[in-house]
Nanobody, 123 residues
Protein backbone atom coordinates (compact mmCIF):
# COMPACT_ATOMS: atom_id res chain seq x y z
CA UNK A 1 0.00 0.00 0.00
CA UNK A 2 1.26 3.47 -0.93
CA UNK A 3 -0.05 6.61 0.70
CA UNK A 4 0.27 9.85 -1.25
CA UNK A 5 -0.29 13.29 0.24
CA UNK A 6 -0.29 16.37 -2.00
CA UNK A 7 0.29 19.94 -0.90
CA UNK A 8 1.06 23.32 -2.41
CA UNK A 9 -2.14 24.19 -4.23
CA UNK A 10 -3.78 27.58 -3.96
CA UNK A 11 -4.97 30.69 -5.73
CA UNK A 12 -2.59 32.51 -8.05
CA UNK A 13 -2.88 35.17 -10.73
CA UNK A 14 -2.29 34.34 -14.36
CA UNK A 15 1.41 34.28 -15.12
CA UNK A 16 2.27 33.26 -11.59
CA UNK A 17 3.87 30.10 -10.22
CA UNK A 18 3.07 27.32 -7.79
CA UNK A 19 5.00 24.25 -6.68
CA UNK A 20 3.07 21.15 -5.78
CA UNK A 21 4.55 18.44 -3.59
CA UNK A 22 3.54 14.82 -3.20
CA UNK A 23 4.93 12.91 -0.25
CA UNK A 24 4.84 9.13 -0.61
CA UNK A 25 4.97 6.53 2.12
CA UNK A 26 4.71 2.77 2.19
CA UNK A 27 7.12 2.09 -0.65
CA UNK A 28 10.43 3.49 -1.80
CA UNK A 29 9.88 6.15 -4.43
CA UNK A 30 12.67 4.80 -6.62
CA UNK A 31 10.54 1.70 -7.23
CA UNK A 32 7.58 3.73 -8.51
CA UNK A 33 6.57 5.62 -11.60
CA UNK A 34 4.99 8.87 -10.44
CA UNK A 35 2.50 11.03 -12.27
CA UNK A 36 0.53 14.23 -11.93
CA UNK A 37 -2.97 14.44 -13.31
CA UNK A 38 -5.65 17.11 -13.17
CA UNK A 39 -9.40 17.16 -13.28
CA UNK A 40 -12.17 19.74 -13.56
CA UNK A 41 -15.83 19.07 -12.72
CA UNK A 42 -17.60 16.99 -15.32
CA UNK A 43 -14.42 16.06 -17.17
CA UNK A 44 -12.11 13.09 -17.17
CA UNK A 45 -8.84 13.09 -15.31
CA UNK A 46 -6.10 14.32 -17.65
CA UNK A 47 -2.41 13.52 -17.71
CA UNK A 48 -0.09 16.42 -16.85
CA UNK A 49 3.40 15.01 -16.29
CA UNK A 50 5.20 11.89 -15.15
CA UNK A 51 8.52 10.87 -13.68
CA UNK A 52 9.27 7.29 -14.58
CA UNK A 53 11.79 4.94 -13.00
CA UNK A 54 13.55 4.85 -16.36
CA UNK A 55 14.37 8.55 -15.99
CA UNK A 56 11.95 9.68 -18.67
CA UNK A 57 9.69 12.64 -17.89
CA UNK A 58 6.83 12.95 -20.37
CA UNK A 59 4.60 16.02 -20.35
CA UNK A 60 1.22 16.92 -21.75
CA UNK A 61 1.61 19.27 -24.71
CA UNK A 62 -0.44 21.93 -22.92
CA UNK A 63 2.07 22.23 -20.07
CA UNK A 64 5.35 21.42 -21.77
CA UNK A 65 7.94 24.19 -21.27
CA UNK A 66 5.87 25.65 -18.39
CA UNK A 67 5.72 22.78 -15.89
CA UNK A 68 8.60 20.71 -14.52
CA UNK A 69 8.30 17.43 -12.67
CA UNK A 70 11.07 16.28 -10.37
CA UNK A 71 11.60 13.74 -7.64
CA UNK A 72 13.72 13.51 -4.52
CA UNK A 73 14.03 9.81 -3.81
CA UNK A 74 15.78 10.49 -0.51
CA UNK A 75 12.74 12.43 0.68
CA UNK A 76 10.28 10.11 -1.06
CA UNK A 77 8.71 13.20 -2.60
CA UNK A 78 7.79 14.22 -6.13
CA UNK A 79 7.27 17.84 -7.17
CA UNK A 80 5.50 19.74 -9.91
CA UNK A 81 6.85 23.24 -10.54
CA UNK A 82 4.24 25.22 -12.45
CA UNK A 83 5.28 28.47 -14.10
CA UNK A 84 3.40 30.77 -16.43
CA UNK A 85 0.08 29.59 -15.08
CA UNK A 86 -3.03 30.21 -17.14
CA UNK A 87 -6.72 30.25 -16.13
CA UNK A 88 -7.17 27.01 -18.08
CA UNK A 89 -4.74 25.32 -15.66
CA UNK A 90 -7.38 25.67 -12.95
CA UNK A 91 -8.19 22.16 -11.71
CA UNK A 92 -7.78 19.70 -8.90
CA UNK A 93 -4.32 18.20 -9.23
CA UNK A 94 -3.70 14.59 -8.24
CA UNK A 95 -0.48 12.75 -7.60
CA UNK A 96 -0.42 9.08 -8.58
CA UNK A 97 1.93 6.12 -8.25
CA UNK A 98 2.38 3.11 -10.51
CA UNK A 99 4.20 0.11 -9.09
CA UNK A 100 3.64 -2.09 -12.12
CA UNK A 101 6.04 -2.96 -14.89
CA UNK A 102 4.44 -0.85 -17.64
CA UNK A 103 5.05 2.88 -17.68
CA UNK A 104 2.16 4.92 -18.99
CA UNK A 105 0.47 8.31 -19.11
CA UNK A 106 -2.96 6.68 -18.80
CA UNK A 107 -4.55 7.22 -15.40
CA UNK A 108 -5.95 3.66 -15.35
CA UNK A 109 -2.44 2.26 -15.06
CA UNK A 110 -1.75 4.05 -11.77
CA UNK A 111 -2.50 2.07 -8.65
CA UNK A 112 -2.43 4.71 -5.95
CA UNK A 113 -3.81 8.24 -5.79
CA UNK A 114 -3.59 11.20 -3.46
CA UNK A 115 -6.57 13.17 -2.27
CA UNK A 116 -5.93 16.06 -4.66
CA UNK A 117 -5.01 19.70 -4.23
CA UNK A 118 -6.89 22.60 -5.78
CA UNK A 119 -5.13 25.03 -8.10
CA UNK A 120 -7.05 28.14 -9.13
CA UNK A 121 -5.61 30.63 -11.60
CA UNK A 122 -7.37 33.98 -11.85
CA UNK A 123 -7.30 36.09 -14.99
Amino acid sequence: QVLLVESGGGLVQAGGSLKLSCAASGRTLSRLDMGWFRQTPGRERDFVAASWRSGLTPYAISVKDRFTISRDNAKNTVYLQMNGLKPEDTATYYCAANGGTNSSTRPGIYDYWGQGTQVTVSS
